[in-house]
Structure formats: structure tokens, C-alpha cells
């Protein structure tokens, strides 16, 4: 199990609890965090599970996957510190992550 | 208006349930014209995923949404459905006898006794890129497909994208606008390398102009484009355009279906879960497009939501005709349908 943090587009913060092997995107979906549509439901196909990966996050969290890359094409207001949610896999040395959720997905 | 065609049952939505409706009301020997919006049969399995594993169909422990969609297509192959790809139907009426008569964006009107939905999330329609005052702009001078040249003949084109039809328009408009400039995130591509290094020597030549960023802002004034805000790590510059074209990838729209007198439920039309009819009778709506108390959206319930749906449909169509259940595996009659008797 670990900690994932949600921060909304208006600061408020989201605690939710994910096991290790599933996606952070699951977690947010489980826990209706606002802000994260999934619409493709985890297939890195739609590109509506954007989150900006904390700073102090960004080495454990990796970069993204070619694919991974060529959706965020499709995202709203793309910066070095993307991720789709559902190309991230929680594990123990993700306990504590910290993702922001962006103003609105694409 | 073009000529009417008619038919026993028109279905929106060519994608895995849709073609497996043609399946089950084949067997009753009801006759489909499928209409869908992609230029090919499998709806989001054949856009989204074609490539990706399902793992729960059943009877296939894995099978690609490219991999279901040829089974499908296989399966109904003794039915001959019709299919009507690239057109998106925008009007449903019933007419005083009871039929319906569908139009679609094309002009082409079908005559049908039954109406069968299975849109899945709607229809596949170009992505609007979050740009602040973009509408303001669409049909003037932003475009989200080339339908004519024409009208980007010594224009200031700004392209948007880094698929294979933001380089090919670019590749295509070059030679006839008066500027071409191609806006992308990064400097990787999901073109076919062969385009990606046209476009790059065209760069090199001076011929057209790449910017690294997204485009933050437009400008313009009754509905015409003047100049663009390009937003990269550097800063922002304006450069000036008359025609944007964004290539964004597609999003799912319920689109026209809304205007048809339906009920709806959250964007979902509720069904009567003996016969899958709607609020209108004559109409079905089957897979990820229904709702009813427990749906699942799972392509496997569309299946049997097919199946179901066709016993109504039978009815409405062969009106004190005795429905029987047959099963394909004993039913001579069933296995001459299908050509293996």
C-alpha cells in the first residue's frame, strides 16, 4: 500500500491509499477525485488522466513511455513534469507521492 | 435528396456490439445498414485500442480490439450487412406509418422499421484544443480537416500536431499557402519517418517554419484569424496566421442523438432491459450508450443486450409473425442463414 496525494486545480489536498501494482489513475477514479476523467479507462488512449508529478516526486515517478509521450501530445497545458495517472504503477517507493491535478483535462 | 433506401433496421455505430446486432437479427432474418462516423468497422476497439489485449470476452482468454473486430466482421459475413462509414446521422423521424427515416450528414436518407443505437460514448469527432477563444474562430479559419485546398491558398497556415495528419497537410498545403508553420511540444513525431524528414528539410529550405510549444492564444476579429500566441519554454511569440488547423486526435461526442426526443440519463438513454427499446418505441439502444439499474459497460453485456433486443425487433418488423428460438448449433434453418448447411 501507499500514499497517493491528489492536490485539485483550487488546492484542495486528497489523501487516498493505492496498492502496490495499481495505477494512480485507479486510485483517483476510486476515490472521485475531481479533475481526472479517464474516459479511455487506462488504456493510454485518450489522454484524460493528466497530472503534473510534484517536484520533489518527479525522479521516483520516472519519465514517460514513448506511447505515454505521444498522448500527452493531446493534453491541455503540457509541462516537463506530465504524467498520464494511468501509466503510473504504485509501488512502496511511491509511498507519499504527491501529483497536482491541471486545470482541466483536454 | 437522394434516393431512400430502405431497410429492416438501420444501426448507428459500427463498433463490436453494433456488429454483433447484425449477427443476432440476421438469424431472424432481419436485413442492416449500419452508419458510423469512422472511416472503418470496430468503433472504439478499431480507434482506441486496436492494438491492446481484451481479457474478457468469452471463449477468448485475449484477443486484440483489431483481433475482435475481424472476428466480428467474420462472423456476420453471411448476413451482408451495408455499411455507411464517415457519415454521422443527424436526423431521426418517425414518419405517419410508423417507419423512421434517417438522414445522415452525407444527405443520404434510409427508410427503416426499427432503429438500433449502439454509439458506444457517442460519436468520434475532432479534439477542440484548450485555447481560450478558439470557437469564436471555427469554421472561418480554424479547421479540423482539409476539405478543400482551396481555401488555405496564400494563407498564413499554422499547424498543430505531431500525428501523421498534421505532417501530411503540412507536407500537402505548403506548396499553396503564402506561410506554413508547424507548432508541435516536441521535437519527436508520431508520423511515418518519411514525412517527418520532408517536413525538416522543407524547414531546412526555409520553406516552412517548426516552433516548439503550444499555442496559448488567438487573435482575430469576426471569426477571422489574424495572428497566434505560441507559447514555449523560451517565452511566447506571436506569428501571424489566417487559417489554424489543430490535429488533437479524436474525443467522443453524444452529438446529434440528443435532439431525437429521447429520454436521456446522464448523457445515456435509459432502456426498457426486456427489450432494449428506449422511450420511442421502434428505437433500441444497445452497449455502452444504454442505461438501466446495474449496467455494466462492458462489451460482453452489449452482446447480450443484442440478443435480446432482436426479439423485439423481430416483432416490430414481422408484426403476428410466431418468433421461435432456435439454437444455431441444431437448427437447420439457422445453419442455411449462416451457409454451413
Known amino acids: 500500500m501507499a500514499k497517493i496525494t491528489f492536490v485539485t486545480f483550487d488546492g484542495v489536498r486528497m489523501d487516498t491509499e493505492a496498492e502496490n501494482g495499481s495505477t494512480v489513475m485507479e486510485s483517483a477514479i476510486r476515490n472521485a477525485v475531481p479533475g481526472i476523467d479517464a474516459e479511455c479507462g487506462g488504456a493510454c488512449a485518450c489522454a484524460t488522466c493528466h497530472v503534473y508529478v510534484d517536484d520533489a516526486w518527479k525522479d521516483a515517478a520516472g519519465e514517460p513511455e514513448a506511447m505515454e509521450e505521444d498522448m500527452l501530445d493531446f493534453a491541455y497545458d503540457v509541462r516537463p513534469s506530465s504524467r498520464l495517472s494511468c501509466q503510473i504503477r504504485v509501488s512502496d517507493e511511491l509511498d507519499g507521492l504527491v501529483v497536482h491535478v491541471p486545470e482541466r483535462q483536454a | ?341
Request: glycine share 10%; aromatic share 8%; net charge negative.
Open chain 2, 1 to 341: 435528396m437522394s434516393e431512400i433506401t430502405k431497410t429492416d433496421v438501420v444501426i448507428i455505430g459500427a463498433g463490436p456490439v453494433g456488429l454483433f446486432a447484425v449477427f443476432e437479427l440476421g438469424l431472424y432474418d432481419l436485413k442492416c445498414h449500419l452508419i458510423d462516423i469512422l472511416d472503418r468497422p470496430g468503433g472504439q476497439c478499431a480507434e482506441l485500442y486496436p492494438e491492446k489485449p481484451i481479457y474478457d470476452i468469452p471463449a477468448w482468454p485475449e484477443i486484440s480490439g483489431q483481433g475482435l473486430t475481424d472476428k466480428l466482421m467474420e462472423q456476420i459475413k453471411p448476413f451482408a450487412p451495408q455499411f455507411h462509414f464517415n457519415r454521422m446521422v443527424t436526423r431521426l423521424e418517425r414518419q405517419p406509418d410508423g417507419q423512421f427515416h434517417v438522414e445522415t450528414d452525407e444527405g443520404e436518407v434510409f427508410e427503416t422499421k426499427v432503429v438500433v443505437i449502439a454509439a458506444g460514448g457517442g460519436s468520434f469527432q475532432p479534439k477542440r484544443p484548450p485555447v481560450p477563444g478558439i470557437e469564436a474562430f471555427e469554421g472561418k479559419s480554424v479547421f479540423y480537416s482539409v476539405r478543400r485546398m482551396e481555401e488555405f491558398r496564400d494563407e498564413d497556415v499554422l499547424i498543430v500536431g505531431g500525428g501523421d495528419s498534421a505532417l501530411d497537410w503540412a507536407l500537402n498545403l505548403q506548396p499553396i499557402a503564402r506561410s506554413l508553420t508547424v507548432v508541435h511540444r516536441r521535437a519527436e513525431f508520431r508520423a511515418a519517418p518519411d514525412s517527418v524528414k520532408k517536413m525538416f528539410e522543407l524547414v531546412e529550405r526555409g520553406s516552412v517554419r517548426f516552433e516548439l510549444g503550444q499555442v496559448s492564444g488567438l487573435t482575430g476579429a469576426g471569426g477571422q484569424l489574424s495572428s497566434a500566441t505560441i507559447k514555449a519554454a523560451e517565452g511566447e511569440t506571436e506569428i501571424p496566421v489566417t487559417r489554424l488547423l489543430p490535429f488533437f486526435g479524436l474525443t467522443m461526442k453524444l452529438g446529434p442523438i440528443a435532439d431525437w426526443g429521447l429520454n436521456l440519463h446522464e448523457n445515456l438513454i435509459p432502456v426498457n432491459v426486456e427489450t432494449f427499446e428506449t422511450s420511442q418505441p421502434g428505437i433500441f439502444a444497445i452497449g455502452d450508450i444504454n442505461w438501466y439499474p446495474g449496467k455494466l459497460k462492458l462489451i460482453l453485456s452489449g452482446f447480450h443486450e443484442a440478443a435480446l433486443m432482436t426479439q423485439a425487433a423481430k416483432r416490430i418488423v414481422s408484426p403476428g409473425e410466431r418468433v421461435v428460438f432456435q439454437y444455431t448449433t441444431s437448427s437447420t434453418s439457422l445453419q442455411k442463414k449462416l451457409g454451413v448447411a
